[in-house]
């Protein structure tokens, strides 16, 4: 059977898609998802491993039938977000206040898709383990799947990761030789001072002034600190203050990210964000509590494993365009933590117009399940043949 050969057909990829998307669960808590993802696979043979990843994950196994040889992994994420749907389609979310706004649903199909293929006709040698983990959406199910033991439960010389791109046309794909995603931090501050009536501002300390200053301040330590040839974004996402028309408040909340490639520089900026922070409040007599999680590493790709997806990808059909030399994006995965421990490789794959990543009016493109399939086929293919 030819590794192209459409199994399951894309009637089926689509049911299994659109019956994941009426269905959306946000992080850790894709119980169905995850026992829909374990039926289909023993639906066809395979024996998943289950409860993993803090209790939703599935790692299914598929052994090739020319005997022992390497051994890779294929990862699809499988959480949703805590967004209302817009869209007025007959399977939109049944979940208010759930959306599959970023395409895991596509993502889970795929690889779905693949594994079913690959227990059909496991004309390879050695090994692949299909990753089918929970909570990527800012809570790292990665991480605590690597925590877990990943990796020395299911050792791989490699693995690889792929996630659905709008802009980018159906038939083309994106791969970097090096970074991909950038790293992603999160704060909260706190800036405490005295109350008072707005009438008197002189009987307080105006934390809301105080607030706004720092909020322009802190845009220099990218404008004008960073190097114009690295990367950086600090975005000031949440500004909490007062109730009252005539009450200067005794406090402000600040909520933000900050993100970056470069591991020097990410350090840099947290060291100099707390600084400016520091500086702010002792000239304007506040309080600080300053909560600064780094969430996400940057997702970096192995340039050997980028230059054999890319060539794989090359013999598909299906893609009419490699694009090697688009910008990586500031947007974070959590796939960076599985690179971080092994090499491996992250791509694009055209998604066509569709509304963006994250958007209510998001819908992953199932002219594309094939495509993936296809693809993560032809990598277990040609990266386990004898």
Partial sequence: MNQLTPYPDPTTLTEWRRDF???PEIAFEEVRTSERIVAILREHDLEPVTGLGGGTGVVVTINGNRGTGRSIGLRADIDALPIEELNDIDYRS???GRMHACGHDGHTTMLLGAACALAKNPDF??????????????????????????????PMEAVYGLHNWPGLAVGEAAVHDG????????FTLKLTGRGCHAAMPHLGTDVVLAACQLVNQLQGLISRETPPHQSAVLSITQFHAGDAYNVIPESVELRGTVRCFDATLKARLEKRFGDAIDATAQFHGLKVELDYQARYPATINTPEHAA?????????????????????SMGSEDFAFMLERC????????????A?????AYDFNDAISPLGVAYWQALVRQLLSD
């Fill in 21 to 23: 998307h009426r269905h």
């Fill in 94 to 96: 049944t979940i208010p």
């Fill in 125 to 154: 040698a050695g090994q692949v383990h299909c990753i089918f983990q929970p909570a990527e959406e800012s809570e790292g199910g990665a991480r605590v799947m690597v925590e877990e033991g990943l990796f020395e439960r299911f």
């Fill in 179 to 186: 970074p991909v995603m950038a790293a992603f931090d999160v």
């Fill in 308 to 328: 054999r997806c890319a060539d794989i990808l090359a013999t598909l059909p299906g893609i009419g365009k490699i694009h090697r030399d688009m910008a990586p």
């Fill in 343 to 354: 090499p491996g490789a992250y791509i694009w794959l055209g998604n066509g117009d569709s």
């Fill in 356 to 360: 963006a990543l994250h958007n209510p």
